[in-house]
């Protein structure tokens, strides 16, 4: 009998153990009541979640949940590995106080066609502190159902022990001044020791903050005088891709840049972007741009955007006589996370001959860009449909952590963004 109870224990563990590697982690929203969950440094508009560890700022996580009712949300915060998958480490090993918190900060939207409740919370706080840098996951669960959140958030703590420098050029071993980005990178360790950097140290590096086309799990091209060197790594070569697009619909008085009008047929507004059009030039032009990135932002506000600001039915139309029988076409952004799922494909219309899609966006600025997506690929492509350019602005962030021999987490210990 105990050997079949181990045996049972033994393989639940083991497809638990399976299923978490499988699935890390990523910034989402995960019940179709919740819109706009939102992750920031407070007091910021932009940024990446990132902290200094032992560092005096704090973290805004917020959201909206559609309704007038209020419900008993919590979040819970769980350290990760450098892949984001949880790591083995205990709560008191990355906690000093409590990992689970209530979200008691909320407020009714106001004089909106949908309605729906703004909630916050921020971390560290006065019952948190992070002991240790790394990954960390928020899980934002109703009614203390823990495994089975709502969304989930993802930040990072990082511990600046080492130097990054990194610039981006032209020229790559694929051509010349053409269509691809290489980023070559040096880490300066300065005085931090790093007894086998082929196997301690994990670099990833993400374009726009997109996860499909990341880059992970390469190896120093040299290592010399305390500096790890990633030159010349054809992994390092990135699509250059084109400026993003934006629209503004932060007001319903005068269609905003990039939108053709705003109409409200007596439930709810809707707005209809200017048909998009296939980037056929080869030519590049420079403007500039938001790389995915949202603000909420609703003009004629009197005191809080979060909760005076609407939702609005925006309809996307890009051009095209033909589908694309290769492949699927995505709308790519911070809007969804950069996530390639259904909240972003979509759906060519025959008789339109045109790709369409309608979104339910809260008030505010958006920038967006259309991937497409190969069949049987995971990293889409701008170049079908936005082209690819060398002189592309992109913002490359970085990330390196240490594990040495003996340790049971990924340190972060360098970090760095380039444009």
Sequence with gaps: MKNILFAVVFVFLFVNSSLTAANPYRTKILKPNIKTLQIRISDTDFGFPILKLNGTETLTVEFDEMSHNVRSFGYTVLHCNADWTVSNLNSNEYVDGFTRGNIDDYAFSQNTTFQYIHYRFTIPNQDMRFKISGNYVVLIYEDNRVDDPVATACFS??????????????????????????????????????????????????????????????????????????????????????????????SFYAAGEGVDRIIF????????????????????????????????????????????????????????????????????????????????????????????????????????????????????STGKIEGSFWQTKNEYTIYFYHRAWGERYDRLIGYSVID
Excluded: C
């Excluded at 809707?270 to 938001?290: G, H, N, P, V």
């Design 157 to 250: 703590i990082v511990e600046p022990k080492v130097e990054i420098d990194a610039r981006v050029r032209a020229n790559t071993d694929i051509e010349l001044s053409g269509r691809y980005q290489q980023l070559d990178i040096e880490v300066n360790l300065a005085n931090y020791v790093v007894q086998d950097p082929a196997s301690e140290v994990k670099l990833v590096v993400r374009q726009n903050n997109r996860f499909d086309n990341e880059v992970a799990n390469i190896t120093p091209t040299f290592f010399n005088a305390g500096k790890l060197s990633f030159v010349n790594n054809k992994a390092l070569i990135f699509e250059g891709g084109n400026e993003y697009r934006h629209f503004d619909i932060s």
């Design 265 to 380: 047929n007596r439930e709810y507004y809707e707005a209809f972007l200017k048909e998009d059009l296939m980037q056929k030039s080869r030519t590049y032009i420079s403007q500039s741009d938001a790389n995915g990135r949202f603000i909420i932002n609703f003009q004629e506000a009197f005191q809080d955007v979060q909760t005076e600001a609407d939702y609005v039915q925006v309809h996307f139309s890009l051009l095209s006589e033909q589908p694309f029988f290769d492949g699927q076409v995505f709308i790519g952004g911070d809007y969804n996370y950069n996530l390639l799922d259904d909240t972003a494909r979509m759906q060519y219309d025959f008789d339109a001959q045109r790709y369409t899609k309608t979104l339910l966006l809260k008030q505010g600025g958006y920038s967006y860009q259309y991937w497409f997506l190969p069949k049987g690929k995971n990293s889409a």
